[in-house]
């Protein structure tokens, strides 16, 4: 138990872990070795972008070292950065079309590296 405060008042007790053993909604069994899903082929580069970094859907802007991931997923190319080493993936803001030839992919992926990767500036 952790103690938040002191004491208790104005008609508030301490809370308790609840025992029940099957949980909320009562889980049957283990979810076991699930794999999450992944896109279809995907590129990934260390870069360095310049004054402004780049632009996230989900957190703004986001600068220093980062890999940039340009993936094929159903029909489209998204480009993604990360905080190098880190776990997040944010979508880069207007990084999503459709491509017509997947083996475009590794083009795609070179021209986003020579647009965003600016480590002088």
Sequence with gaps: MV?????LGNR????????HREGEGGARR???????????????????????GVMTDEVGVVTGDLTLRTELS??????RVQYKDAEEWYA?????APLAEPSALDAVHAIAVGLLNRPEG
Excluded: C, N, Y
């Design 3 to 7: 103690h938040v405060r002191q004491g």
């Design 12 to 19: 508030e007790e301490l809370l308790e872990a609840d025992r």
């Design 30 to 52: 283990h979810a076991g070795d699930l794999l999450m899903a992944s896109p279809e082929k995907s590129l990934t580069t260390d870069i360095v972008p310049g004054p402004g």
């Design 92 to 96: 880069v803001t207007g990084g999503k």
């Design 74 to 79: 159903g029909g489209d190319v998204v480009l």
